[in-house]
């Protein structure tokens, strides 16, 4: 598989904070790789180094073989950025911003007209490209700096929380446009919260955490990886102090760890180890209810259920790794 993408051992500090601490991977053709991590795990570091905004401590990044470093209009050729804020001219129509950013992105002039229209024909725009662009909506808007971001063919798009503030339907539109524009070879590269969107559009995930891939894979071995279930207990409906130190007790004997807790939640969630089958879940499940009722701790919910990628991120970014 040729990459697209090629980040090598990328180190970034600022100050003391050390941003990005040998961060390695590649991303082929028609490949989507997504980034998972908290505020401040480094993936808008990584991303702004990529786009050539940050130059790298020491490492690399080759994009379509340019290095970004070295060769930055070359490796600016090759890419597309979609930020979390919209690069828009709400003064200009849609059609007038596409053309400007196709000569921005020295277009050939004689394709300048029947590119824009294309881009805006595939992002559904057409019928608003006229019309000035402070009367879009946030998902016509979000569709447009993707088409200004898309006009150069890019060979890897780069995408940073793509479908935040959209609405559900806006959501699916948009995650059914960058599938279609995977199977026709573009590379994604997707920073999101959003775990739905990482599993709907994403061939494999790096979870980030302190500058650092603290786990890698497909979302489904991610899930695999961890364990086969999860067993999540909760003595009342909201947390209360002292109730994770309770619910541990609980679960002595049981084969398995804790997730780190969640300050979210009331329950604690005890993750089962890969190969444990139905028979002896519905045994630990037994034995959990045994013991509460010999502790005298009666419990609010006791719910079975199969790793979710939240449930990755939780183990990931806060140490417990994978067994």
């Known amino acids: 598989m040729t990459a697209v993408l090629e980040v090598q051992d990328a180190a970034r500090r600022f100050g003391e904070v050390q941003a990005l601490d040998g961060v390695s991977f590649a991303a082929g053709a028609g490949e989507a790789v997504g980034l998972l991590g908290p505020n401040g795990s480094g993936k808008s570091t990584l991303i702004r180094c990529i786009v050539t905004l940050e130059r790298l401590d020491s490492g690399s990044i080759l994009v379509d073989g340019a290095d970004v470093a070295a060769q930055p209009a070359r490796a600016r050729q090759s890419l597309g950025y979609a930020g979390q804020e919209f690069a828009l001219d709400k003064v200009l129509t849609g059609r007038e911003l596409l053309r400007f950013t196709a000569g921005i992105v020295h277009l050939p002039r004689p394709e300048i007209a029947a590119r824009v229209d294309e881009m805006l024909g595939r992002l559904d725009l057409l019928g608003a490209a006229d019309r000035r662009i402070e009367g879009y909506s946030g998902g016509m808007k979000r569709r447009l700096d993707l088409a200004a971001s898309l006009l150069h063919r890019p060979a890897l798009l780069i995408l940073d929380e793509p479908s935040s503030g959209l609405d559900l339907e806006a959501r699916r539109r948009l995650w059914s446009f960058l599938r279609d524009l995977r199977r026709d070879g573009t590379t994604l590269l997707v920073a999101t919260h959003d775990f739905e969107e990482a599993d709907v559009l994403c061939d494999r995930l790096l979870l980030m955490s302190a500058g650092r891939v603290t786990a890698s894979g497909s979302p ?8 086969s279930f999860v067993l999540g207990a909760s003595l009342h409906e909201h947390p209360q102090e002292g109730d994770t130190t309770r619910l541990e007790q609980l679960f002595h004997g ?11 939640r009331a329950e604690l969630d005890w993750v089962l180890p890969a190969g444990v089958g139905e028979h002896d879940v519905q045994a630990f499940i037994a034995r959990a209810q045994e013991r509460a009722h010999a502790l005298g701790m009666p419990l609010f919910s006791l719910v079975l259920r199969k790793p979710t990628l939240e449930d990755v991120y939780r183990a990931a970014v806060r140490g417990l790794g994978h067994g």
């Open 254 to 264: 049981i084969p398995g760890r804790p997730l780190p807790p969640d300050a979210r």
């Open 220 to 227: 489904q071995l991610l899930r695999n990886a961890l364990g």
